[in-house]
């Protein structure tokens, strides 16, 4: 894409969005390419502006149970209540209100042994899903300029924590006695994925990129180590990668833990993007040091708040750009930054990012 020069006309606002109910609006400028547009020429390493998150839509339909037990339904009909239920798997997951979120109902794991899967695995009928029912109730929902982003909210690890609990999965991926079993696993999870993701492709032909949650660490370190997470996940993790690469579509890795060490890793498993946990991840050490290879989303400074200054926010935007816009290798911002960003600083550093990209 040829990046056209930065034109202060572009500052003109066509309409206000907010980002969830509540929250403060956000201004859409009369932008030179469709937002859409620009977060792939972003993927494709001639961005345009920041992207700041705004830019994407996110589609979690309901026909999915995965989206309903996790309470993160986004679709044409609109928000569901707190949920939980069962998943794809029959496994009984719990909303939890004090943090916004469900969780696998405690307790009562699945599988007390990674080769128990074999015999006790009930693998999902997604051919039954009304697939054809839910494509008609999101085609208003889908027509948009946006990019359009849908999550698969278990991946490999975190789906066997599911079956598992947490302690007993740490366990299975190092015991010599479960590990060929974890495998097999995880490449029939591969199997199943790909397949999920083909009727979403068929059914909701608009996707342009797809997310997929897997968290490998805590705030001080990671869960396993590297080696491990080489022999145990990035090959299957790389078949579904793949998969979205030859559909033309991009693949973002949701992640938590401070995975300095793991960034090979992601990168090995065919990730084009990535954003860590605020304030336990070094930015500026990842984009420096894997920035040319994978797109980071980037957290903004805890001074950049309400509470400052014009001029302090201005300044915090310039020096962000001077830092993270290199048009050799973009970033994203961090979605843990974009929800709250005060309105100036967004507007100084769309204009400093198009002068940096168009450089």
């Known amino acids: 894409m040829s990046v056209p020069k930065f034109d202060p006309k572009e500052l003109n606002i066509v309409s206000e969005i907010s980002s969830f109910p509540g929250a403060p609006t956000i201004s859409v400028y009369s932008f030179p390419v469709t937002p859409r547009e620009a977060v792939i020429a972003m993927y494709k390493r001639e961005a345009v502006w920041q992207i700041t998150g705004m830019e994407q839509k996110m589609f979690n339909p309901r026909i999915n149970p995965d989206n309903i037990v996790k ?9 569901l209540a707190a949920a939980g239920g069962k998943d794809i798997f029959g496994i009984e ?9 469900s969780t696998v109902r405690p307790g009562t794991p699945f599988l007390a042994d990674a080769n128990e899967w074999y015999d006790k695995v009930v693998w999902p009928d997604i051919d039954s899903w009304d697939w054809a029912g839910a494509a008609k109730e999101n085609e208003q929902y889908l027509a948009t300029d946006n990019y359009v982003i849908s999550y698969l909210f278990t991946g490999w690890y975190e789906r066997l924590i599911s079956f598992m609990d947490f302690e007993p999965a740490i366990m299975a991926m190092v015991d010599e006695d479960q590990t060929d079993a974890v495998k097999a696993l995880f490449d029939k999870l591969s199997d199943l994925y790909i397949r999920i993701i083909d009727k979403y492709l068929e059914y909701f032909p608009q996707i342009d990129g797809f997310c997929v949650h897997d968290d490998w660490g805590s705030q001080k370190d990671t869960f396993f180590s590297p080696a491990i997470v080489t022999e145990m996940i990035v090959p299957y993790m790389k078949r579904v990668t793949d998969h979205l690469h030859s559909k033309g579509k991009f693949c973002d890795l949701h992640s938590c833990g401070q995975l300095f060490k793991q960034i090979p890793n992601i990168i090995a498993a065919g990730w084009d993007s990535w954003s860590g946990q605020l304030e336990i991840n070094d930015f500026t050490k990842l984009y420096d040091a894997f920035g040319d290879k994978l797109i980071i989303g980037i957290a903004t400074d805890p001074s950049v708040s309400p509470a400052a200054s014009e001029d302090e926010l201005r300044a915090a935007a310039v020096d962000f750009a001077d830092k993270f816009c290199d048009a050799k290798k973009p970033s994203m911002l961090n979605f843990y930054s974009n929800m709250s960003l005060p309105r100036v600083f967004r507007e100084e550093l769309y204009i400093r990012s198009r002068e940096h990209y168009s450089a």
Not at 71 to 79: E, N
Request: net charge negative.
């Open 93 to 101: 997951w719990e909303y939890v209100a004090q943090v916004g979120g």
């Open 71 to 79: 309470a993160l339904v986004s679709d044409g009909p609109g928000r």
